[in-house]
C-alpha cells in the first residue's frame, strides 16, 4: 500500500466524510479511508476501530466503544475497519494485535490504545482527544431513557432519569418516566409520591399528565378483582357491559392493552350510547395514558372512527 493512500494523496472515494449525515460510527474501507479517516479528521476527531471477526476481545470492546462515542455527542466520529477484508492501512500503520483504536486528527494519527478497555477508559481517551464534555445532554438522556423504558429496561430507564433530574431538578419528563416506572412494578404509591415531588410550576405539564391518567386506571383496577368472573359473565353474556367494561380496565391494568382496546371497541360496536358513552370516554382516557405517539392509541383512535363513523 502506498503512502499517498493512508495520507490522503490518492483519488478520494465517491461518498462522503465521515459524519458528514450526521452518523456517529460508520464502517470503512482500503478505498474509502482517505475521505472517511484523513479528511473527516480535519474537521473532527476520528477514532479507527481495527478489528477482524475472529477476534473475541474485538466484540467486547466493540459496544463500549460505539455506546462511549455517541455518548461523547458528536465531539469524536467512530470508524471502523475489518482487517481481514482490509489488512493494508493496519500494516501500514504497524498494527499487530487487535483490538486497536488509532485516533485520527488533522488527516494524521495521534494516539491508540489496544485491548478491550472498559469504558471509563475509553471515555478518557475521548476527553484528551476531543476535549471534555460540555455537559449532559438532557434532551438526549431523556430519548435514550425513554427507548430504554420501551424496551423493558427498566434498571437503565430509571438511571438515566435520575441524571436527568441531577442536571435539572424540574425537569417533568423525568418524573413522568420515574413514575412511570413505578406504576409498571406494580407500585402505585410510589408513583403518586414521585408526582407529589414535582415541583409547583411544573405540575401542570404535558407530560405528567399520561402518568396521572394512568394511575387513576390502576387505582379503579385494584378494586375490580379477578380477572376470571368477569371472563365468564361476557362468554355467557356477550351484551354484559359492565363486565366487558371493568374486564378492559383489569386487562389493561395487567398490561395486556391491545385486549383493553377490543372489549372497549366491542361495547361501543354494540351499544354507543351505554352509560352515557363511558365505554369512549374510557377509551379516551386510555389514549391520554398510552400518550399520542403510541402505536396502540394511534391504532385505536383508527378504529374507534371506522366503529363511530360505520
Not at 495520507?7 to 482500503?30: H, K, L, S
Not at 485520527?104 to 482527544?129: N, Q, T, W
Not at 399520561?210 to 353474556?237: F, K, M, P, T, Y
Request: charged share 25%; aromatic share 6%.
Amino acid at each position: 500500500m502506498s503512502e499517498s493512500l493512508l495520507f490522503g494523496n490518492g483519488a478520494p472515494a465517491a461518498r462522503p466524510p465521515a459524519g458528514a449525515g450526521g452518523e456517529a460510527v460508520i464502517d470503512t474501507t482500503t478505498r474509502t479511508f482517505a475521505r472517511d479517516v484523513l479528511e473527516a479528521s480535519r474537521t473532527q476527531p476520528v477514532l479507527v476501530d481495527f478489528w477482524a471477526p475472529w477476534c473475541g476481545p474485538c466484540k467486547q470492546l466493540a459496544p463500549a466503544l460505539e455506546k462511549v462515542v455517541k455518548a461523547s455527542r458528536g465531539r469524536v466520529r467512530l470508524v471502523k475497519m475489518n482487517i481481514d477484508e482490509h489488512p493494508e492501512v493496519a500494516g501500514q500503520l504497524g498494527i499487530r494485535s487487535i483490538p486497536a483504536v488509532v485516533a485520527f486528527k488533522d488527516g494524521r494519527p495521534v494516539d491508540a490504545f489496544m485491548g478491550a478497555v472498559p469504558e471509563s477508559e475509553i471515555a478518557a481517551f475521548i476527553d484528551k482527544l476531543g476535549g471534555p464534555a460540555a455537559g449532559p445532554d438532557i434532551g438526549l438522556l431523556l430519548d435514550e431513557a425513554e427507548a430504554a423504558l420501551i424496551a423493558n429496561d427498566v434498571t437503565q430507564a430509571a438511571q438515566l432519569y435520575a441524571a436527568v433530574l441531577e442536571v435539572d431538578a424540574t425537569e417533568a419528563r423525568a418524573f413522568a418516566g420515574l413514575a412511570r416506572i413505578a406504576l409498571a412494578e406494580g407500585d402505585v404509591e410510589g408513583a403518586k409520591q414521585t408526582l407529589d415531588a414535582v415541583p409547583p410550576e411544573k405540575a401542570a405539564d404535558p407530560a405528567l399528565a399520561a402518568v396521572r391518567a394512568a394511575i387513576e386506571l390502576a387505582e379503579q383496577a385494584a378494586a375490580l378483582g379477578d380477572a376470571a368472573g368477569l371472563i365468564r359473565d361476557v362468554e355467557h353474556n356477550p351484551d354484559n357491559h359492565q363486565a366487558r367494561f371493568d374486564l378492559a380496565l383489569l386487562t389493561a391494568a395487567r398490561g395486556d392493552r391491545q385486549a383493553a382496546l377490543d372489549h372497549l371497541l366491542e361495547i361501543i360496536r354494540r351499544d354507543r350510547s351505554w352509560n352515557e358513552d363511558g365505554a369512549r370516554k374510557q377509551l379516551v382516557q386510555f389514549f391520554e395514558a398510552w400518550g399520542p405517539k403510541d402505536p396502540l392509541t394511534k391504532e385505536g383512535r383508527r378504529r374507534l372512527s371506522s366503529v363511530l363513523f360505520s
